[in-house]
């Protein structure tokens, strides 16, 4: 389940918060870079140490998806969105897919934009189904990548929000 946290940075002290990432309790705190003049994530574990220092780089806004379904003869998924993505077709990009039910569809895929509103990619295993609950596809840019094995933690520029899975 994702967790979202406002980013409402003040002039007087640092932003932070608790995010609990594969498991575990880490307090992040965000501070501002004078010399950079940008936002800069600090993560400490439950200990107090240092586990990363990295500029804060937001992810773009994901778009719906209007449909997902899966072609068991050709193990195709072809996914529609509610708007045109915009990528290149033919053209292969790697995106996230998120908070679709069944379950099985989410995750970061490897997708090939054939039409305007239309992608596709290979999945061998049935996902239990048609999508019955939409979600979205975007480029998640995961800030805690390399340092954890199942969470993510994302920043979107848009809704000034940090997202936490799991």
Same mark, same amino acid.
């Given at each position: 389940?994702?967790?979202?946290?406002?980013?409402?940075?003040?002039?007087t002290?640092?932003?932070?918060?608790?995010?609990?990432?594969?498991?575990a309790?880490?307090?992040?705190?965000?501070?501002?870079?004078l010399?950079?003049?940008r936002w800069?994530?600090n993560?400490?574990?439950?200990h107090?140490?240092?586990?990363?220092?990295?500029p804060?780089?937001a992810?773009?806004?994901?778009?719906?998806?209007?449909? +997902? $379904?899966?072609?068991s #003869?050709?193990?195709?998924?072809?996914?529609? /969105? &509610?708007?045109?993505?915009a990528?290149?077709?033919g053209?292969?990009?790697t995106?996230?897919?998120a908070?679709?039910?069944?379950?099985?569809y989410?995750?970061?895929?490897?997708?090939?934009?054939?039409g305007?509103?239309t +992608? $596709?990619?290979?999945? #061998?295993?049935d996902?239990?189904g048609?999508? /019955? &609950?939409q979600?979205?596809?975007?480029r998640?840019?995961?800030?805690g990548?390399g340092?954890f094995?199942?969470?993510?933690?994302?920043?979107?520029d848009?809704?000034?929000?940090?997202?936490?899975?799991?």
């Amino acid at each position: 389940m994702t967790t979202f946290t406002d980013f409402t940075p003040t002039a007087t002290q640092p932003f932070q918060f608790s995010p609990t990432l594969d498991g575990a309790p880490y307090s992040l705190v965000v501070t501002w870079g004078l010399a950079g003049q940008r936002w800069y994530v600090n993560l400490y574990d439950q200990h107090g140490v240092l586990i990363f220092y990295l500029p804060l780089i937001a992810s773009p806004s994901a778009m719906a998806t209007q449909s +997902l $379904t899966w072609d068991s #003869t050709q193990h195709i998924v072809t996914v529609i /969105t &509610t708007v045109p993505h915009a990528l290149k077709i033919g053209v292969p990009v790697t995106l996230t897919i998120a908070n679709v039910v069944p379950l099985a569809y989410n995750g970061i895929v490897t997708l090939l934009p054939i039409g305007p509103s239309t +992608l $596709t990619y290979s999945q #061998t295993t049935d996902p239990g189904g048609d999508a /019955t &609950t939409q979600g979205t596809i975007g480029r998640d840019i995961n800030l805690g990548a390399g340092y954890f094995q199942t969470s993510t933690l994302v920043f979107r520029d848009e809704t000034q929000q940090f997202e936490v899975n799991p």
